[in-house]
């Protein structure tokens, strides 16, 4: 069974035909994960399958997503903590004014929508799939509804945040040997999320904890704010770090101060209901000495977790800065596997095409993360027995082992077809050199496979 039919096995549309499709598609997808539908498929035919597959009912994002989510699940059993990483990415269809069903994004004449999935990662960085996703398409001329105060919180777009709290909350019932927690950014600081927590842990309940970061300067029970509380507790202690660089900011190393303190926040005023006073931990890394120009790295977190030492605070922040592999996998969705260059007619066919693509970039940071954590991990873990060989025999010219290589070894094969060099100074491949050398290694595989079928029918 090769990886696709494993993460689909248990599909079920109500038609064997359709889930059997479903599988290869998957894995036709997953072998060529940059290229169109068209020419990952083999030939016309399976390419008017694939798209009679997303033009089916019964094939949604939601019944595609249930077996890898079941996957998901099984992968993290026996883990002392999961973190449950939230977050939305912006998916721009303008100039794909012929999909029908999109609703306008930062301003009305851009089109398209989001994609808000919640990925399951251990605190090794080790993204074991999806959980969960909820797509958000807006009405036409709803734009800043969402900042009416006197919305209820069930009318606003910000509900997500909550949703999603409340479905880890769930699966911490369901999985009580593991500790859940929440991993969000500043968008998720809304105060229900926090109430929501209060009441599940005053009444008992399994509940979910939380990371999420403060955009919000609160206001506390007995007067002042929540900036100032964190600012003027002790310090408990400081990192060093090196930074990445991106399109706005020069990598350079950080040193932060790590401070946090108890707080009790006021409920804010809500014209549904009267919400209670919750009681949290802030914890602010703030940086010492920024560049000249160079605005300071500085996160306050707020969490459910009790911090008096220097080991917790940091365990904590450990947690939050997991949350960069969603950030990765976005990256892999939108450059990797271009989501946003999908041709398709009709949002009905383009959200289960979505979930197929989710899968397939779990695949590739799974492949990558897995291999840094576990490189002695025999690579038939997740590549199949015809994927590994034929990979091996191009890369080395020579017939394969009896037993399969390590992962480290087959992954640094694989993104060599990628560009990677794998110098001494070059570390691990990265998710692009992975992303492209996947594409070639299906390739190798068919062109021995059918070696091998005209050697049998050549010679008998």
């Avoid at 007995?222 to 399109?247: C, H, Q, R, T, Y």
């Avoid at 492949?367 to 690579?379: N, Q």
Wanted: glycine share 8%; proline share 5%.
């Amino acid at each position: 069974m090769d990886w696709a039919e494993q993460e689909l096995n248990v599909v079920d549309f109500g038609d064997q035909r359709l889930d059997r499709r479903a599988q290869q598609m998957l894995s036709r997808l997953g072998d060529k994960p940059t290229i169109s539908i068209p020419a990952a498929c083999n030939g016309w035919s399976e390419t008017k399958a694939a798209y009679r597959l997303l033009d089916n009912g019964r094939v949604t994002s939601e019944k595609l997503l249930a077996p890898h989510r079941a996957c998901t699940l099984a992968r993290v059993e026996g883990q002392k903590t999961v973190l449950c990483i939230e977050d939305t990415s912006e998916l721009d269809y303008t100039s794909k004014s012929d999909i029908d069903g999109l609703g306008p994004l930062n301003y009305e004449a851009r089109q398209g929508l989001y994609l808000h999935p919640m990925v399951a990662v251990t605190p090794d960085r080790l993204c074991h799939g999806v959980l969960d996703c909820h797509t958000l398409i807006r009405d036409e001329g709803s734009l800043g509804a969402d900042k009416d105060r006197q919305r209820s919180i069930e009318d606003k777009e910000s509900l997500r945040w909550l949703e999603g709290y409340r479905r880890v909350c769930d699966v911490s019932k369901e999985h009580p040997a593991s500790e859940w927690i929440y991993v969000a950014d500043r968008e998720a600081d809304i105060y229900e999320l926090y109430a929501e927590y209060s009441r599940r842990h005053g009444g008992g309940q399994a509940r979910g904890g939380f990371v999420v970061r403060s955009q919000h300067d609160r206001r506390l029970v007995g007067g002042g704010k929540l900036w100032e509380a964190v600012e003027n507790s002790a310090v408990l202690g400081e990192i060093s770090f090196d930074m990445p660089g991106n399109a706005s900011r020069e990598a350079r190393p950080i040193q932060q101060t790590i401070q946090a303190t108890k707080v009790v926040l006021k409920a804010p005023y809500r014209p549904d209901g009267q919400l209670p006073d919750v009681e949290v931990t802030a914890i602010l890394a703030r940086e010492k000495r920024a560049p000249t120009a160079e605005e300071p790295i500085e996160w306050l977190l707020l969490t459910h977790r009790a911090v008096e030492t220097f080991e917790q605070a940091m365990e904590v922040l450990q947690w939050y800065l997991c949350r960069w592999q969603i950030e990765i996998f976005f990256k892999i969705l939108k450059s990797g596997c271009k989501i946003e260059e999908l041709q398709l007619e009709r949002i009905t066919r383009l959200e289960p095409a979505l979930a197929f693509y989710m899968i397939v970039a779990w695949r590739v940071l799974y492949l990558t993360m897995l291999g840094r954590a576990c490189p002695k991990l025999p690579c038939d873990v997740v590549f199949g027995e015809q994927e590994w060989q034929a990979v091996y025999i191009v890369c080395k010219k020579q017939p394969p082992p009896e037993a399969p290589p390590t992962l480290d070894s087959m992954i640094r094969m694989v993104a060599g077809f990628g560009g990677f060099l794998n110098r001494k100074h070059d570390g691990f491949p990265g998710p692009k050199t992975i992303w492209i050398g996947i594409q070639r290694c299906r390739d190798f595989a068919l062109a021995i496979e059918s070696h091998k079928e005209l050697g049998r029918q050549t010679y008998g």
